[in-house]
C-alpha cells in the first residue's frame, strides 16, 4: 500500500483517470512534469515547509476534547487545522500549487468557489506569489456569501460570477475549464480538492499529507499510541485524505470519512448512493437523478456541497480501506453547538460532521482507545447559518 497514491499515475482502479477536453491534455501534463519535480526536489519542497511555517503557521497542534468525550466512552482528540492561517485546511494546498504555477511559469492563477473558501485561500497564495487571481464563483453563491467575496476583493482577487446552468460550483467548475482552455499558456488553475483530472487528485492529496503525518507523530508522542478509528468530512475529499494517507499502513486503524446526508439520511452521499460516472475530467462516484443528470447536493453546509467526490476515496472505499458513513445537517449542528459550549472552539460545520460521528462511536468504546477527529476548519464563517437554523427551530 505504501504510497501507492504517487505511484498510481492518476488510476486508482477503476477510477480516476484524465478525461479533461483535449486542449487542457498539453497544460495538465505540464502540471504532471512540474509536480514529479516537486517530488524529486529538495529545494522546493524546503521552500514549501518554510511557508507552511511561517505564512501558515504549521505544525497545528492535536488537542484532547476532553468536555466533549462521553464519560465512559473513548477519548476524542480533534486535529486543529482550524488554526491555520485561513481558518481551514485549504491553505496547505493553494501554498503548494502556487509553487507548481511559479516554477510553470504561469502569470495567472484561477480557481473556482463554493463558499468562497478556497477562493479566498487562492487569493491569499496570489497575493504571496504576487500572482493576479480571478476566482470563479456560482451567480448563487455570489448572492448568498457575501462576505467572502468582499474577503476575496480584499485580497485583491477578481470574481467572476457564473450564471450557467444552475449557477453553482460544479458550473463555476465548468467556466474556469472553460477559460483555462483559452488562457492555458499563461494561466494555473488551482484546483481545490482532490478531485478533478490527473494529476490534481494526486498532487492535492500530497500537498494536505502534512496533516495526516504531524497528527501521527503527536498522537504518538503524547499518549504513546495510535488512534483506534481517525475521522473527517469529506466534500471532494482533500482534508479526509489528508490525514488518512499517514494511517494507511496502520491496519489497527479504521479510518471513516463522513458525507452530508442533508435533511436526510437517504440524500446526498456520493459514495454512499452515487453511481460510478465521469465529472470534471475523472471516473468516480458521483450524484446523479434518475436521469441520470448530475444532481446537486444540498447540505447546510456550503464546503461539503459537490455533487462528485475523489477517486481515491471510491477507491479506498471499494477496497474497503476506508469506512464512508452519513451526517445529517440537524447531526452536525447539534455537534456544532455542543462542541463550541463544551470545548470552547467553534468548529466548522462541515468539521461537525465529523464530530458527531465520533460521538456516536466514542460511547460504545473504551476509555483506553482514541478517536482522532481531523477539525478541517473554524467555524466563524457559519454564524449566520447557525443563527437562520436556530431562529427556525
Ligand atoms: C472546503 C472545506 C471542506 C471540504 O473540502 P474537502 O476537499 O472535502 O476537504 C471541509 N471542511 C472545511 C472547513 C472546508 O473549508
Excluded at 496502520?250 to 479510518?255: A, P
Aim: negative net charge; aromatic residues 8%.
Amino acid at each position: 500500500m505504501t504510497n501507492f497514491i504517487e505511484n498510481s499515475g492518476g488510476h486508482f482502479g477503476e477510477f480516476g483517470g484524465c478525461f479533461a477536453p483535449e486542449l487542457l491534455q498539453p497544460v495538465l501534463r505540464k502540471v504532471t512534469q512540474t509536480f514529479e519535480k516537486f517530488k524529486t526536489s529538495t529545494t522546493l519542497q524546503s521552500e514549501f515547509n518554510e511557508l507552511l511555517r511561517n505564512f501558515a503557521g504549521r505544525p497545528t497542534p492535536i488537542y484532547h476534547a476532553k468536555n466533549y468525550s462521553p464519560k465512559n466512552g473513548a477519548q476524542i482528540w480533534v486535529k486543529r487545522e482550524d488554526l491555520l492561517h485561513g481558518g481551514a485546511h485549504k491553505t496547505n494546498n493553494v501554498i503548494g500549487q502556487a509553487l507548481i504555477a511559479r516554477e510553470m511559469g504561469a502569470k495567472y492563477l484561477i480557481a473556482e468557489t463554493g463558499a468562497g473558501q478556497h477562493g479566498i485561500a487562492t487569493a491569499m497564495a496570489g497575493a504571496h506569489f504576487n500572482l493576479p487571481v480571478k476566482v470563479f464563483m456560482g451567480a448563487k453563491d455570489v448572492a448568498r456569501q457575501q462576505v467572502n467575496v468582499e474577503r476575496m476583493r480584499l485580497l485583491g482577487a477578481e470574481v467572476i460570477s457564473v450564471d450557467t446552468g444552475s449557477s453553482s460550483l460544479k458550473d463555476a467548475i465548468n467556466e474556469a475549464m472553460r477559460y483555462w482552455i483559452s488562457h492555458a499558456e499563461d494561466t494555473y488553475y488551482m484546483f481545490g480538492t482532490a478531485a478533478g483530472p490527473h494529476p490534481f487528485p494526486e498532487l492535492v492529496a500530497r500537498f494536505q499529507r502534512v496533516i495526516g503525518d504531524e497528527a501521527r507523530a503527536q498522537i504518538l508522542e503524547q499518549t504513546g499510541k495510535l488512534p483506534a478509528q481517525v475521522l473527517a468530512c469529506v466534500g471532494g475529499g482533500s482534508n479526509a485524505i489528508g490525514i488518512f494517507q499517514a494511517f494507511l499502513e496502520d491496519k489497527e486503524t479504521k479510518l471513516v470519512g463522513v458525507e452530508p446526508a442533508g435533511d436526510n439520511i437517504k440524500h446526498g452521499l456520493t459514495i454512499g448512493r452515487g453511481v460510478t460516472g465521469c465529472l470534471h475530467g475523472s471516473i468516480s462516484k458521483v450524484n446523479c437523478d434518475e436521469n441520470g443528470q448530475i444532481e446537486e447536493s444540498h447540505s447546510i453546509s456550503a464546503g461539503l456541497d459537490y455533487p462528485g467526490v475523489s477517486p481515491i476515496h471510491a477507491y479506498l472505499d471499494q477496497l474497503g480501506d476506508a469506512q464512508y458513513v452519513g451526517i445529517t445537517d440537524d447531526e452536525a449542528m447539534e455537534a456544532l453547538l455542543k462542541f463550541s459550549r463544551c470545548e470552547g472552539i467553534i468548529p466548522a460545520l462541515e468539521s461537525s460532521h465529523a464530530l458527531a460521528e465520533a460521538f456516536k462511536r466514542a460511547d460504545k468504546m473504551n476509555a483506553d482507545e482514541i478517536l482522532m477527529v481531523n477539525l478541517s476548519g473554524r467555524g466563524d464563517k457559519d454564524l449566520h447559518t447557525v443563527f437562520e437554523y436556530l431562529e427556525k427551530s
